[in-house]
T-cell receptor
Framework: AQKITQTQPGMFVQEKEAVTLDCTYD???????LFWYKQPSSGEMIFLIY??????QNATEGRYSLNFQKARKSANLVISASQLGDSAMYFCAMRLYTGFQKLVFGTGTRLLVSP | DTAVSQTPKYLVTQMGNDKSIKCEQN?????MYWYKQDSKKFLKIMFS???????INETVPNRFSPKSPDKAHLNLHINSLELGDSAVYFC?????????????FGDGTRLSIL
């Protein structure tokens, strides 16, 4: 079984500041991938960043970085230099690399960036 | 070039009707998915097809019937629509196996049952 927990229903941040969105996961599998998606108010799902369970380095993609702590089973998303356009829902998701490899999502965090 | 396209974008219909949502991907992926996003924004997988074979069926009522005529298409037919079916339905595609390649999502179909 796999489970994703996002404990922050909503987060506020001022423009240009950094923000961390929390994600913890639960699985007994050793091989998996962790993904973050952004869903703006227009509704589409936008892939942001990926971390594999065997990756030793934390993933980075532009202003997004993933703080991966395997022993703690956490995969927090860090957004640096927040912009107004970052206001959206953010979903953490996990895919096991055994079995049918479905993507399991957390409940999401709504981020609001203020000027 | 739209990678995953689903139609229609909006679907408003009455209880008891039957409706279909179509999905097509041009990414060459071998696996396609249907997800349901409820009013609280929670996303949950419904079905998955790999090379036209159903591999995931997540305790979805049998009023929902997916069909994959080929690897690039996955349709969702819903019979006897109920109020609780109101949601956003997302189609997605991806590859099986360990990969840093994400699943790609369509823009969603917002289904509203009157």
């Amino acid at each position: 079984a796999q489970k994703i927990t996002q404990t922050q229903p909503g987060m506020f941040v001022q423009e240009k500041e950094a923000v961390t969105l929390d994600c913890t996961y639960d699985t007994s599998d050793q091989s998996y991938g962790l993904f973050w998606y952004k869903q703006p108010s227009s509704g589409e799902m936008i892939f942001l960043i990926y971390q594999g369970s065997y990756d030793e380095q934390n993933a980075t993609e532009g202003r997004y970085s993933l703080n991966f702590q395997k022993a703690r089973k956490s995969a927090n998303l860090v957004i640096s230099a927040s912009q107004l356009g970052d206001s959206a829902m953010y979903f953490c998701a996990m895919r096991l690399y055994t079995g049918f490899q479905k993507l399991v999502f957390g409940t999401g965090t709504r981020l609001l960036v203020s000027p | 070039d739209t990678a995953v396209s689903q139609t229609p974008k909006y679907l408003v219909t009455q209880m008891g009707n039957d409706k279909s949502i179509k999905c097509e991907q041009n990414l060459g992926h071998d696996t396609m998915y249907w997800y349901k996003q409820d009013s609280k924004k929670f996303l949950k997988i419904m079905f998955s097809y790999n090379n036209k074979e159903l591999i995931i069926n997540e305790t979805v009522p049998n009023r929902f019937s997916p069909k994959s005529p080929d690897k690039a298409h996955l349709n969702l037919h819903i019979n006897s629509l109920e109020l609780g079916d109101s949601a956003v339905y997302f189609c997605a595609s991806g590859r099986q196996g360990p990969s840093n390649q994400p699943q790609h999502f369509g823009d969603g179909t917002r289904l509203s049952i009157l």
